[in-house]
């Protein structure tokens, strides 16, 4: 028994560097805005207590906050499905032997790389601005292009098609799903004369739904997170008409911009919830979806 | 509470300087013996060039302070600030304006500056004028960089092919709405470029029209601007709009509330005029080839005056600065010294003291020439500069914006979205 703690105290000196970081650059800043979200804080001066006050105002009054709610719920709603189906689809060509595949892999990957970076979002800009490349193109088919930007009922679009193209860590993991499918299967299917719809339905679903399953919930999350493209779009405010007010854009918008970093944290908070709720969700679904090789049913 | 507990930060600070002064005791050289100041700004690439070499030469003359500069452009300025503030560490100079500076003193960033003056700080040369806007409560907390009104800027070349002349077709210090959509117009058919930058969303020619219809933005802290004002300033815009004489309300749109010279029509060649403050006069034309010409706003028939003439930007000393006296003798010479104003020309507004004013007319530029014609100008008719603004006043600017765009865009009727403009901006004003 001394040994074990031995042996364990040993493991912990060892963790401290990253337990320190994570007490005082994680979980003090976290606790401290679970404070601040029951105060008004202008971040000038101290922050005064002012109970659920934040709260109520966010559910009773703040029409923005509805806004921001709905514009991120929709973002969810979109870009997770078919950033998830088309990361699946390029897995499964890539899957195949083709040459090279290596380089093919690497390139798909790329977009995912420069992910949250600033400068995808600015060459987002250019390229769907009224005089933009993609308007060009259009201009070549005699099409003349909306202001995708500019246009309300474009622009939170433009938002979704950036997130589906950055589908390479998905695609990555569904590759290495596919790769475990027993080849056997398919064979047997195919002696069967079962179609490749039938193939894909039957055999590739169903096995690799532990695989779809966990990357439903990153990319769900990493949606929800979802912050640089909105802002650097937007010009950080949520332009035009609120319509890429994202949660985070509004929660910046109101921390930095006007200076209300209580009420910000308390928007950070509900946003851990919103989070937490629908993870808990997919985690009670999985029961009647996932099911793992491991288990008896 | 604060969690940036000052006594914490003074003891590990102390703990450094005790290692220093053995250090020092030693023998060894002292690494940081200059008293050090960190100015900051908000700018544009020819206001950071000419800063950063006005503080190449007080460095030069002050051997033993050393300016640091540092700039952002306007959007993320207060951004930086906000963290700078959250963490106890302001630049000791920083640059408002007038309207959010308000806000910094009534919550105590920004620090009284009496107990300098006459000592490191020299304020005896500075317009009365300039020194009374930075005074609140009988205290001067801001010193003046150079006064400054609005100002509509127009590319002389496509004016010119368009048969506009000043004198005969044009007055531009007695234009009206009706002169822009007319003006506008002649220039798309003459030069197929947008006659003019549509302001439906910008609120600085809102807040002019506001004047010029003989109502008041904010009276004992209330939001005063009645509901025909708004609507009928949108009409009068729709108006220049669907005289085909501004670029397409979408392009506005994209554009709301986007502050940066270098994204106005002017600048960018979708337009020939755009609507700035006339200090960036001189920002503008470094970015652009085709000379500047400068009137002023737009007006009703009735001519009321609707633009003031202010503070252009202040510079002002932060509670978080160490060294106030080397910071209040950095603030002297950057609106005293005429070697260092030289450099700074007008790029901040006429500046408001005599003696440099004096010495900057002989060598100004084209543009500044411009931009002191235009103050000659406008003399007689501005407004009164108005009491300033209370806090959320910044978040009602920004509200405007926002919900403009939906005047150029469609959805609602502009009478509905000004009810809920004016809606929002009570409770803008009663919940800061």
């Given at each position: 028994m001394t040994k074990f703690i031995r042996k364990n105290l040993a493991g912990y000196a060892f963790l401290t560097p990253w337990l320190i970081g994570f007490l005082l650059l994680a979980i003090g800043p976290i606790l401290a805005s679970l404070y601040l979200s029951f105060t008004k804080y202008n971040v000038i001066n101290p922050p005064r207590w002012i109970g659920l006050d934040n709260y109520t105002y966010m559910f009773g009054r703040d029409a923005r906050f509805r806004k921001a709610l709905q514009v991120t719920f929709t973002f969810v709603a979109f870009a997770v499905p078919a950033k998830l189906i088309f990361a699946l689809g390029v897995a499964m060509v890539l899957d195949?032997?083709?040459?090279a595949i290596g380089l093919y892999r690497a390139l798909f990957y790329l977009p995912s790389i420069l992910g949250g970076s600033i400068a995808v979002a600015i060459l987002w800009r250019q390229l769907f601005n009224a005089d933009g490349v993609i308007n060009s193109l259009l201009e070549l088919v005699g099409i003349n292009g909306p202001y995708w930007l500019a246009d309300p009922n474009y622009s939170l679009w433009t938002l979704v098609v950036l997130a589906v193209w950055q589908f390479g860590s998905p695609m990555l993991i569904f590759l290495a799903g596919l790769r475990a499918i027993p080849q056997e299967l398919y064979e047997a299917a195919e002696i069967d004369a079962a179609s490749k719809v039938k193939q894909f339905f039957a055999i590739t679903v169903p096995l690799l739904a532990p695989v779809i399953f966990f990357n439903l919930v990153l990319q769900m999350i990493e949606a929800f997170k979802s912050f640089s493209g909105a802002f650097i779009i937007s010009g950080g405010s949520g332009a035009p008409l609120d319509s890429l007010l994202f949660y985070t854009v509004y929660l910046f918008n109101e921390a930095f911009s006007f200076l209300r970093m209580g009420y910000a944290s308390a928007l950070a908070w509900v946003l851990l919830l919103i989070i937490a709720l629908f993870t808990a969700i997919a985690f009670w679904s999985s029961k009647y979806w996932v099911h793992y090789e491991s288990e008896r049913g | 509470m604060s969690f940036y507990n000052r006594r914490k930060f003074l003891t590990t600070t102390a703990g450094a300087a005790g290692a220093l002064a053995v250090a020092n005791a030693l023998g060894m050289p002292a690494f940081a013996q200059d008293r050090r100041i960190r100015h900051f700004w908000w700018g544009n690439p020819e206001r950071d060039k000419r800063t950063l070499a006005v503080i190449d030469i007080f460095n030069g003359k002050n051997p033993g302070i050393v300016v640091e500069g540092e700039t952002l452009g306007f959007a993320d300025y207060f951004t930086k600030l906000t963290t700078q503030i959250a963490g106890g560490n302001m630049p000791d100079v920083i640059q408002m304006g007038y309207g959010v500076m308000f806000e910094y003193i009534n919550n105590g960033a920004i620090v009284p500056l009496d107990d300098y003056v006459g000592k490191s700080l020299d304020?005896?040369?500075?317009d009365q004028s300039a020194l009374d806007a930075g005074t609140v409560g009988g205290k001067l907390y801001a010193v003046s960089i150079g006064a400054n009104s609005h100002v509509t800027m127009y590319n002389k070349r496509l004016y010119e092919a368009a048969g506009i002349k000043v004198g005969e077709n044009f007055d531009p210090f007695g234009w009206t709405y009706d002169d822009l959509a007319r003006i506008g117009k002649a220039i798309k058919d003459a030069?197929?470029?947008?006659?003019t930058d549509d302001n439906t969303a910008d609120y600085q020619n809102f807040s002019d029209f506001v004047g010029q219809k003989g109502?008041?933005?904010?009276?004992d802290g209330e939001y005063t601007v009645p509901q025909e004002v708004v609507e009928e300033y949108w009409a009068t815009w729709k108006g220049i709009r669907d005289a085909g004489a501004t670029v397409a309300a979408e392009e506005t749109a994209a554009l709301a509330g986007v502050a940066e010279l270098a994204q106005t029509g002017l600048v960018t060649g979708k337009s020939a005029t755009s609507f700035a403050w006339s200090n960036q006069l001189v920002g503008t034309q470094a970015l652009m080839q085709d000379p500047i010409g400068a009137a002023m706003y737009p007006n009703t028939?009735?001519?009321?005056?609707g633009s003031i003439v202010q503070p252009s930007q202040f510079v002002c000393l932060t509670r978080d600065s160490k060294d106030a006296e080397a910071a209040t003798t950095y603030m002297t010479a950057f609106v005293n010294d005429l070697d260092m104003t030289k450099v700074l020309g007008l790029e901040r507004g006429i500046p408001s003291n005599p003696d440099v004013r004096a010495a900057l007319e002989p060598q100004l530029t084209d543009i500044e020439k411009v931009s002191v014609a235009f103050f000659d100008g406008i003399q007689g008719k501005t407004a009164v500069l108005p009491p300033p603004p209370p806090s959320g006043a910044n978040e009602v600017e920004q509200t405007f914006e926002r919900l403009a765009v939906e005047v150029l865009i469609g959805g609602r009727s502009p009478s509905e979205v000004a009810a809920d403009f004016l809606q929002q901006a009570k409770d803008i004003i009663g919940r800061a």
């Open positions: 195949k032997g083709i040459r | 304020v005896s040369k500075i030069t197929g470029v947008a006659g109502a008041v933005m904010y009276t028939p009735a001519m009321l005056p």
